[in-house]
């Protein structure tokens, strides 16, 4: 019967050519969310090769709160706490369990969560499987948040935002979102998955980069992308840590991150605590990229507008077909109408791939 039905729902959603293909990625990167050129980095892959010699464990045999939980973890955690200037740190498994889990469980029916209307999706799916009411507001709209927060001024609120939108690469106004939240009463949550490794200095993320860190409830980074593992982290005070471990089902009833993981993520850790040149080349590549496109870009994510699915499609093939790597992101990943191709600068690129995309775009 399942067969039946899947497969009705997969030729309507081809008919519409709208059929989800998983694809091969070639060609000089312009898409991955590997910034820094952490995931293919010959030091830290070298270093692996050194470390994974005196490994005792493979996987880590149970959950958090059974058989896996070992010193491995509570010291990386511990570490990933002191860099990111956080009380405690929680370690989850990847970025989307951590905000499914936390969003659910962070508030319940008399609570009131308000999103950014640009949040991933896993902030979505969390809201959605929660028992408090959801409202959006609209992408960086501090009146529309304001209206919002008034609105529910008798309830507790939680503003949910990321500090650097994955799909517009621009930044939330996070020092207002901020003043809001403390007039309201209301907590804010920031998912900082893009935002580590490319915003501050050490990029430490923008929470930091602002000194803002006591006025958060909550930090999420995910080691998947500047970092180049895999695997996220909750930055917050020893309460919400101890809260999350005791109600977080996607921190309960899961397997805890490998030995070889930890071992990946900690050297990744000791390459980031030294990586302010790949930082620095990263923000001149992303000027580069903007002097040469004619467009003022503030991070390394470049939204490139083509409107419909037909031309976003038409165009990454072009660019593509002259040695790049860039893809087309479609609704509902993104509004209908806002179709573009996702371009990603990296600190690695050079110059003379900036400047032959950036000409093929303006061609
Ligand atoms: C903003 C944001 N948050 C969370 C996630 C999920 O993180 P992970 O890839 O570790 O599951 C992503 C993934 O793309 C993301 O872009």
Redesign the pocket.
């Known amino acids: 019967m399942f067969e039946a039905y899947a497969q009705e729902q997969l030729m309507k959603k081809s008919q519409k050519d709208y059929l989800r293909k998983l694809k091969l990625s070639s060609g000089i990167d312009f898409s991955s ?1 590997d910034y820094l050129g952490f995931a293919r980095s010959e030091d830290l892959i070298s270093d692996f090769k050194v470390k994974v010699q005196s490994l005792t464990q493979m996987g880590s045999t149970g959950s958090r709160l059974l058989s896996g939980n070992q010193e491995y973890h509570q010291e990386t955690e511990a570490r990933v706490a002191r860099i990111f200037r956080s009380e405690k740190a929680l370690i989850f498994s ?4 951590l ?1 499914i889990g936390l969003i659910q469980c962070i508030a319940d029916e008399s609570c009131v969560l308000l999103l950014d209307e640009l949040c ?1 999706n ?1 902030f979505i799916a969390g809201a959605k499987a929660s028992k408090a009411k959801s409202f959006y507001f609209k992408h960086n709209d501090m009146n529309h948040l304001r209206e919002r927060l008034i609105r529910h001024s008798n309830e507790k609120c939680f503003i949910l935002v ?1 500090s650097l939108y ?1 799909m517009d690469g621009d930044i939330a106004p996070l020092r207002d979102i901020v003043q809001l939240a403390e007039e309201f009463n209301a907590e804010v949550l920031v ?1 900082e ?2 935002a580590i490794g490319v915003i501050g200095e050490n990029g430490l993320g923008l929470v930091t980069s602002l000194g803002l860190e006591d006025k958060i409830l909550g930090r ?1 980074i ?3 992308k500047a970092l180049g593992v ?3 982290a909750i930055l917050g005070s020893e309460t919400l840590t101890k809260y999350l471990i005791n109600f977080c089902q996607t921190f309960i009833y899961t397997t805890a991150l490998s030995h070889p993981l930890l071992l990946m993520l900690n050297s990744s850790l000791d390459k980031f605590s030294r990586s302010r040149k790949e930082i620095q080349r990263l923000h001149e590549n992303i000027a580069l990229f903007s002097k040469n496109s004619g467009f003022k870009y503030a991070s390394p994510i470049i939204p490139w507008m083509t409107e419909t699915r037909e031309k976003a499609i038409g165009l990454s093939e072009l660019v593509n077909n002259n040695g790049f790597s860039v893809f087309p992101i479609f609704s509902p990943t993104v509004q209908k109408g806002k179709e573009r191709i996702r371009i990603v600068v990296h600190s690695h690129n050079t110059e003379s791939e900036i400047l032959r995309l950036t000409t093929l775009m303006k061609s």
């Open positions: 969310n990847s970025g989307y369990l905000n991933h896993s990321e994955s998912d998955a893009h999420v995910t080691f998947g895999e695997g996220a």
